[in-house]
């Protein structure tokens, strides 16, 4: 009698594994004790749960073509099918006798005149076939799940972080020695303010901070899908939903959540305020009535651009006259930005002041951490009590359920007042920087041509911004205003609270 032999896989990884191989040579030498002449051989890659099984498909149109009977020979009764859907068009075959179907380890052969019993066998073999990969299934998701509830993130790690393996070879996620850092000093940037998204392409350029497959500058939508990603802060967004995972963060929660409080504050200045391409857009009003002040930009026939800020009259008119925008920027250059300075008699003696204040914020968070472990060894001692009064029957199950959720909340609440002191000692350095960084780029950032960075250090160094009789009345914001009182006064730090922390 003729054959054909079907040898199938799942997938590319289970043929590499010689697992189809295999199949065939025990097919072989299942046809030679037979007797059977083999005129094809069929090696299948396919899922039996697919919809469309066009390989299979074209195993059954191979067997309608032929003028004469043939075997279909299968290791199993899953390597042919797993579900009833083949089923049907195979009995059909079976009842033209076209075919017969031999399953060799089951020991079954189905062909036109079977029996009852053994039309039975196979259709029991489809059933627990079917309902194996059933409850794959239904194990595959409820993994998910698990994985999901227990921290475990399930997909490529972000930029930043890299998937490997650890100790016990199981799947991990850590943090990526390469571009860590990086992630990170994007983050504080962004917190500053002074960049906005645009800007931050830029800084991740400097940083060089790329994309992972093309090293590639990373473009606006990826710098934004980072700053809004709340995994580098502990915390992994599925579905909408948020659970804790169980890696290392790579920022605290205040920088992430400071970073979108600019993204927020930026996005809606955008959207209020996006019909007008000047620095003082949403900053200032008028003295005398409240109204906003807009920006009229006019360009003379020689080429060159002016921009005027007027008074809205939303309230009807007032007696506020237009002011040339480029005024304006005079006046803070001279009251702001030329005198934003420290001056080298008194340098030193800030950076020392700065030292000790960083010092004693370290002594204070070594002796709060401190603290808050011994609270936590107590706690898990109390917990080690309470488990073993409870093995010595001294209190009930649900007493000890209860008190053992107290406790365990008590360990919580203790760890996070832990990660808080490090994320405020964390937010206390980066505050320092941005300070620094604005004392040091502030007159160069204010006279480039970039309108948003000039809004941006606006916004940053001032407040209550009016505009009166053609000069902007303003207040310095803490603790710039200091800063630029600095050349007046250099015995500035004599003045100080005795308590510097």
Not at 122 to 127: A, H, K, N, R
Not at 180 to 191: D, G, H, I, N, T
Not at 247 to 268: G, R, W
Not at 334 to 353: C, R, S, Y
Request: some cysteine; glycine content about 4%.
């Amino acid at each position: 009698m003729d054959a054909i032999l079907l040898a199938r896989v799942s997938s590319r990884e289970q043929a590499e594994g010689m697992s189809i191989d295999a199949q065939t040579e025990n097919l072989k030498n299942y046809c030679a004790r037979k007797g059977f002449d083999i005129l094809k051989i069929f090696q299948l890659v396919e899922s039996s749960t697919k919809k469309e099984r066009k390989k299979f498909e074209e195993v059954l149109r191979y067997v309608k073509g032929l003028p004469q009977r043939v075997a279909i020979v299968a290791d199993t009764i899953d390597r042919i099918q797993r579900s009833f859907k083949e089923s049907v068009e195979l009995d059909e075959l079976c009842k033209a006798d076209k075919i017969e179907i031999h399953f060799v380890r089951e020991n079954l052969v189905i062909h036109k005149e079977s029996n009852s019993a053994d039309i039975a066998r196979w259709d029991l073999g489809v059933f627990t076939s079917k309902n194996y990969v059933g409850n794959l299934r239904d194990n595959v998701k409820r993994s998910i799940n698990f994985n999901i509830h227990n921290g475990i993130w399930q997909s490529q790690a972000p930029i930043g972080y890299k998937n490997t393996r650890n100790e016990n070879n199981r799947p991990t996620i850590i943090l990526d020695p390469e571009r860590a850092f990086k992630v990170k000093r994007l983050f504080e940037l962004y917190a500053s303010g002074l960049y906005t998204l645009g800007a931050m392409v830029q800084q991740a350029k400097i940083l060089g901070l790329t994309s992972r497959q093309v090293h590639a500058t990373l473009p606006k939508s990826s710098i934004q899908n980072i700053l809004s990603n709340p995994f580098y802060y502990g915390v992994m967004r599925v579905k909408g939903e948020l659970y804790r995972h169980i890696y290392e963060p790579l920022i605290s929660k205040e920088l992430f959540d400071k970073c979108q409080d600019v993204m927020q504050q930026k996005a809606s200045k955008r959207q209020k305020y996006a019909q007008i391409p000047f620095a003082f857009g949403g900053l200032i009003r008028c003295a005398e009535c409240g109204c906003a002040i807009s920006g009229d930009t006019k360009t003379k026939p020689n080429g060159k651009s002016y921009t005027y800020l007027r008074c809205s009259h939303y309230k009807g008119n007032c007696r506020q006259p237009e002011v040339n925008e480029q005024k304006i920027f005079d006046q803070l250059e001279t009251e702001v930005f030329d005198k934003l300075t420290i001056p080298n008699t008194i340098a030193q003696e800030i950076v020392n002041t700065l030292k000790t204040s960083v010092q004693a914020e370290n002594e204070f968070l070594t002796q709060s951490l401190n603290d808050l472990n011994a609270q936590i060894v107590r706690a898990n001692a109390k917990k080690s009590r309470l488990l073993d009064l409870f093995l010595n029957q001294g209190i009930t199950q649900t007493e000890y359920e209860q008190k053992r959720a107290d406790i365990e909340k008590e360990i919580f609440d203790l760890q996070q007042r832990q990660k808080s002191h490090v994320a405020a000692d964390k937010t206390f350095v980066t505050t320092v920087e941005t300070v620094f960084l604005v004392i040091s780029m502030a007159g160069k950032l204010f006279k480039s041509s970039k309108v948003e960075q000039k809004r941006a250090l606006l916004n940053l160094l001032l407040s209550n911004c009016e505009l009166k009789d053609g000069n902007l009345r303003y207040s310095l914001n803490r603790p710039f205003d200091t800063l630029v009182n600095l050349s007046k006064n250099e015995k500035w730090l004599g003045q100080l609270d005795s308590n510097q922390h």
